[in-house]
């Protein structure tokens, strides 16, 4: 049974960055697929990057792809969404999941890291 923990979510203003990580416990980070999807207010849930467990392919939704880079810490055991150019629309909550079972579907998910990017 996984656990994951979220943080270094924030206040920012457009244009910054700021890395969220995911700390994984009762498991190998780098034994599972992992993803991080987001959730603004009023809105569902939606998918943001994954990491495939293998070989470590990534995948982005096109409206971070550039912007946003998924990577992994085998050592501290810990996933990383490093977030630059920073725009209002990616405020939202920033989930924290591993372990495909579908199509953008996964196991384990964390509680979310609030970010809020507002000048």
């Known amino acids: 049974q996984l656990q994951l923990v979220e943080s270094g979510g924030g206040l920012v203003q457009p244009g910054t960055s700021l890395r969220l990580s995911c700390a994984v416990s009762?498991?190998?980070?780098?034994?599972?697929?992992m993803a991080w999807f987001r959730q603004a207010p009023g809105k569902e849930r939606e998918f943001v990057a994954d990491?495939?467990?293998?070989?470590?392919?990534?995948w982005y939704d096109d409206s971070v792809k550039g912007r946003f880079t998924i990577s992994r810490d085998h050592a501290k055991n810990t996933a990383y969404l490093q977030m630059i150019r920073l725009k209002p629309e990616d405020t939202a909550v920033y989930y924290c999941?591993?372990?495909?079972?579908?199509?953008?579907?996964?196991?384990?998910w964390g509680q979310g890291t609030q970010v809020t990017v507002s000048s």
């Open positions: 990491m495939s467990k293998i070989t470590g392919d990534t």
């Open positions: 999941a591993a372990e495909r079972t579908g199509w953008r579907t996964y196991r384990y």
């Open positions: 009762g498991g190998t980070v780098s034994d599972v697929s």
